[in-house]
């Protein structure tokens, strides 16, 4: 039994270890993930922490609840067996109370009787025979009650070094049994939290979701209408696979699971899906787009101040672990309603509203360069179809972010060479 014990107490500090490198580990691939992730886009970047944090607080949860879980387990015979001893305890010192009760009224009643027949020694005079005898008597009376009171007396307190041996062994068991409750109370706690940071999760998981898809959308809404201008060449077939491949990717991602359908080893192993899981390659490009450098001279940025929130090429989505290529860049303009500017002279050649990106004016330059200006809060009067602008002319405003492309003969050009 001992022996079990041990062995069970090896395997708590091993798996604790195990557990403590998980979490290590995954911090690691966390903060990493992070860093690399706000450089790259950040319009997303608070959700994604938030997500991330709550994984590996989930998994600190996890752990102790693990802990508690198996220290709980270790301690589940132990606990009844401190129940059942406690109780015969119990029995136990209401006898020995009950004996020491009568053996003091005995030890009271022999000492009174001892007293009388000291009394009656005393009185005696040895004149005659029969007083004679009767002290005799008295004297033999006396001397059992003196043993009798000695005896009584040992008896009682050895009966009082018992109940103060149970006493203490009473209180040890108490403490023991109140050191598991509270473990208890602290294992349904720590369940209710892991069950609230799960749900929190959950929806966190769903919105970063629909925004994720939002912006896929968003970017085959783009390629779709530079398609439709013969700008640039889609593949049908590797575009319905892509989008096939990205659906397939965030719906098979791990679900965070409630901590009363799983064991700990699951819901460290399965709950949530981290940073350090191994990548989907799943890229948006489908048609095969080529990267082109800009070799003109050159030109003004669309917005006068401006800040990138997403920059052209790969990324990593650190949360469902696609990788996405980003043909644009996005710019976050220092005030609502900036301007929008023509970077080259040029000839409009689309300027509408669009279902997922809003306002979009494309303008055709020469050698084969067109410029597109996307998610625009309105488009300038007089930006039309057929129009020809110069460069700085004004095409639009933006309030959040400006959705900056660059393509050349069915190429593309990271927007940020421009200027």
Not at 51 to 76: F, H, N, W
Not at 255 to 265: A, D, F, G, H, K
């Amino acid at each position: 039994m001992r022996f079990l014990f041990i062995a069970l107490l090896f395997s708590l500090f091993a798996n604790a270890s195990t557990v403590d490198k998980k979490i290590k580990s995954t911090t690691s691939a966390i903060n990493s993930t992070k860093s690399e992730y706000s450089s790259i886009y950040s319009k997303m970047e608070q959700n994604a922490k938030e997500i991330l944090d709550q994984t590996l607080t989930i998994q600190k949860q996890q752990a102790r609840l693990q802990e508690l879980e198996q220290a709980l387990g270790l301690k589940a015979t132990i606990y009844k067996s401190n129940i059942n001893e406690l109780n015969g305890l119990s029995k136990t010192q209401a006898k020995l109370k009950k004996d020491q009760e009568d053996t003091e009224q005995k030890l009271i009643f022999n000492i009174a009787r001892m007293a009388s027949l000291t009394i009656l020694i005393d009185k005696q005079d040895g004149a005659n025979l029969d007083s004679i005898m009767s002290e005799e008597i008295i004297r033999v009376l006396a001397k059992q009650t003196k043993s009798d009171i000695q005896e009584l007396n040992t008896k009682f307190f050895e009966t009082g070094e018992q109940m103060s041996t149970l006493q203490q062994r009473s209180v040890q068991i108490k403490d023991e049994i109140s050191s598991i409750d509270q473990k208890r109370k602290e294992l349904k706690v720590a369940k209710e939290d892991n069950e609230k940071e799960l749900a929190k999760l959950k929806i966190n998981k769903q919105n970063y979701k629909v925004a994720l898809e939002k912006i896929l959308q968003q970017q085959d809404s783009l390629k779709q209408t530079l398609a439709s201008l013969n700008i640039i060449k889609i593949d049908e077939k590797r575009r319905a696979q892509e989008k096939e491949r990205q659906k397939q990717a965030m719906s098979n991602a791990p679900q965070p699971q409630s901590t009363s359908q799983t064991t700990p080893q699951e819901k460290l192993g399965k709950g949530v899906n981290t940073a350090a899981d191994k990548v989907k390659k799943v890229g948006s490009s489908y048609q095969s787009l080529e990267t082109v450098h800009y070799s003109g001279e050159k030109t003004i940025a669309p917005l006068e101040g401006y800040r990138v929130t997403k920059k052209y090429g790969n990324y990593t989505d650190p949360i469902y672990n696609i990788k996405i290529f980003n043909e644009s860049v996005s710019l976050a303009p220092n005030q609502k309603g900036e301007k929008v500017r023509n970077v080259f002279n040029g000839k409009v050649i689309f300027a509408k509203n669009t279902p997922l990106l809003d306002n979009v004016v494309i303008v055709e330059h020469d050698n084969g360069l067109h410029t597109i200006y996307a998610n625009l809060t309105q488009i300038a009067p007089g930006i039309q179809k057929g129009s020809k602008i110069v460069k700085g002319s004004v095409i639009g405003r933006v309030n959040d972010e400006l959705v900056f492309e660059v393509t050349q003969r069915d190429s593309h050009i990271d927007p940020l060479e421009l200027f």
